[in-house]
């Protein structure tokens, strides 16, 4: 199992006002940060997970498929 969870907050937005005053943009060399770490992070790990997670579906499922009748083996016999 993976779990994607990257990214990085900037301390830009769009478009920044301050009482009702435009003060700034966001430049381009933030945006293409934030989205090279928060969207290409994911896909390159992914990418380098995906091969290793694909022979593991039949497996998983069967064990969480023993899993789930222990569990419910387990509720019928104490009576939960």
């Known amino acids: 199992m993976m779990i994607n ?3 990085i907050v900037r301390d830009a937005q769009l478009v ?3 009482d009702a ?7 381009d060399e933030v945006y293409d ?3 090279a ?3 290409g992070g994911v896909f390159v790990c992914t990418r380098a997970t995906a091969p290793l997670m694909n ?4 497996t ?4 969480l498929g023993k899993i ?7 509720a019928a016999w104490t009576n939960v």
């Open 68 to 74: 789930e009748m222990v569990k419910r083996r387990w």
């Open 16 to 18: 920044r006002y301050k």
């Open 37 to 39: 770490v928060n969207q």
């Open 21 to 27: 005053a435009h003060i700034g943009v966001m430049s």
């Open 60 to 63: 998983w499922s069967r064990e």
């Open 33 to 35: 940060s934030v989205i």
């Open 5 to 7: 969870n990257a990214d």
């Open 55 to 58: 022979g593991m579906t039949r």
